[in-house]
């Protein structure tokens, strides 16, 4: 493993054990009966939920942050292992599926509340089920914010902007339905101070910088999918005063070589993965084309080495997206360009 994959692991178990060591609290406890709009619905508890289940590995790890694994009698859509420091809480849970979990599935776990990652997962043209098919057996759905906000996008539109905000709400609106809104601050405190810390760390750039964010490729030898203005990518350049290359309302657009070659990026930010779904998914296969392509091997940030490795989970909305930030600011001091 490079400098750059072990730098990662490490600090995702410092992130862990810092989310750890937050004790309970005493918050505000919740009034029942509330309610909530999520997702432009309406949702009522009259008590906390006792039986739920989490479909998207962001949404179980959120429980997990909360300590609610308790409460989990299942969970299902995991891209890779659990956020190091709670991997006993994860035992505890049962898998309904690794990946896409079926509508009988979780109904056979029983559960009183169903929080999803994905509207397409659980939505409108869901691969599991709709919401309505829940709501019929009086089985609420929690969607997390940002996949409402994300994709709410209507043609021509203005790309909707990410904010760590979203992530926020999400941690608070789960605590509060469970009761425990003051471990819910207690996170949240935690990772806005992470937040913080890797702004102020790059107080200004020693020139203007740009660049570009490679998550995969269906062919390497094709036009790669990067990130365009919309989402978390975007989110984290904005935050350290770098200048996006792409410049598609998409959120991850394919855009071909000649033309990112052309906008010659100060940074490439190279997705890395577990998936094998595409050619473009492995990293070593991403560096090694960058290396030896005639058009992608010419531009300045590959001549002068100035790639950043990253996991892909840090380009999502995710409890994650703090650690792309660190990363991203990392690289920014490694190569010079920050003061």
Same mark, same amino acid.
């Given at each position: 493993? +490079?400098?750059?994959?072990?730098?990662?692991?490490?600090?995702?178990?410092?992130?862990?054990?810092?989310?750890?060591?937050?004790?309970?609290?005493?918050?505000?406890?919740?009034?029942?009966?509330?309610?909530?709009?999520?997702?432009?619905?309406?949702?009522?508890?009259?008590?906390?939920?006792?039986?739920?289940?989490?479909?998207?590995?962001?949404?179980?790890?959120?429980?997990?942050?909360?300590?609610?694994?308790?409460?989990?009698?299942?969970?299902?859509?995991?891209?890779?292992?659990?956020?190091?420091?709670?991997?006993?809480?994860?035992?505890?849970?049962?898998?309904?599926?690794?990946?896409?979990?079926?509508?009988?599935?979780?109904?056979?776990?029983?559960?009183?509340? *169903?929080?999803?990652?994905?509207?397409?997962?659980?939505?409108?043209?869901?691969?599991?089920?709709?919401?309505?098919?829940?709501?019929?057996?009086?089985?609420?759905?929690?969607?997390?914010?940002?996949?409402?906000?994300?994709?709410?996008?209507?043609?021509?539109?203005?790309?909707?902007?990410?904010?760590?905000?979203?992530?926020?709400?999400?941690?608070?609106?789960?605590?509060?339905?469970?009761?425990?809104?003051?471990?819910?601050?207690?996170?949240?405190?935690?990772?806005?101070?992470?937040?913080?810390?890797?702004?102020?760390?790059?107080?200004?750039?020693?020139?203007?910088?740009?660049?570009?964010?490679?998550?995969?490729?269906?062919?390497?030898?094709?036009?790669?999918?990067?990130?365009?203005?919309?989402? *978390?990518?975007?989110?984290?350049?904005?935050?350290?005063?770098?200048?996006?290359?792409?410049?598609?309302?998409?959120?991850?657009?394919?855009?071909?070589?000649?033309?990112?070659?052309?906008?010659?990026?100060?940074?490439?930010?190279?997705?890395?993965?577990?998936?094998?779904?595409?050619?473009?998914?492995?990293?070593?296969?991403?560096?090694?084309?960058?290396? +030896?392509?005639?058009?992608?091997? +010419?531009?300045?940030? *590959?001549?002068?080495?100035?790639?950043?490795?990253?996991?892909?989970?840090?380009?999502?909305?995710?409890?994650?997206?703090?650690?792309?930030?660190?990363?991203?600011?990392?690289?920014?001091?490694?190569?010079?360009?920050?003061?």
């Amino acid at each position: 493993m +490079n400098k750059a994959g072990v730098f990662v692991s490490v600090a995702l178990a410092a992130s862990a054990t810092f989310f750890c060591s937050a004790s309970a609290g005493a918050g505000q406890e919740t009034r029942y009966p509330f309610s909530i709009e999520n997702c432009g619905r309406t949702l009522t508890f009259d008590k906390a939920p006792s039986r739920a289940v989490a479909d998207g590995q962001n949404s179980a790890e959120i429980f997990y942050l909360l300590g609610l694994e308790d409460k989990l009698v299942g969970s299902a859509l995991w891209i890779g292992p659990v956020l190091e420091g709670f991997e006993e809480a994860d035992a505890r849970v049962p898998r309904i599926a690794e990946l896409d979990p079926s509508f009988e599935g979780i109904l056979a776990t029983k559960p009183d509340f *169903v929080a999803t990652q994905f509207q397409w997962q659980i939505g409108p043209e869901g691969v599991v089920a709709s919401v309505e098919q829940f709501e019929e057996l009086g089985i609420p759905v929690y969607t997390a914010p940002a996949d409402c906000h994300l994709k709410g996008r209507k043609a021509g539109d203005e790309p909707p902007t990410f904010s760590m905000g979203l992530i926020y709400q999400e941690i608070e609106e789960v605590a509060r339905i469970f009761n425990v809104s003051g471990r819910g601050a207690e996170v949240i405190a935690a990772m806005k101070a992470r937040e913080q810390a890797a702004k102020a760390r790059i107080a200004a750039l020693t020139k203007d910088v740009s660049a570009v964010f490679w998550y995969s490729s269906a062919k390497l030898k094709g036009d790669p999918y990067v990130a365009g203005k919309g989402g *978390v990518p975007a989110y984290l350049m904005s935050e350290l005063g770098i200048a996006n290359v792409v410049a598609s309302n998409e959120e991850w657009p394919t855009v071909g070589w000649e033309t990112i070659a052309k906008a010659d990026p100060t940074l490439i930010v190279a997705g890395d993965m577990t998936r094998r779904r595409f050619e473009g998914d492995d990293l070593a296969a991403k560096l090694d084309f960058l290396k +030896n392509d005639p058009v992608a091997s +010419n531009m300045d940030a *590959v001549r002068q080495g100035r790639i950043v490795e990253m996991k892909v989970q840090f380009m999502d909305p995710t409890i994650r997206t703090i650690r792309g930030l660190e990363i991203l600011a990392d690289g920014l001091e490694r190569f010079g360009l920050a003061r």
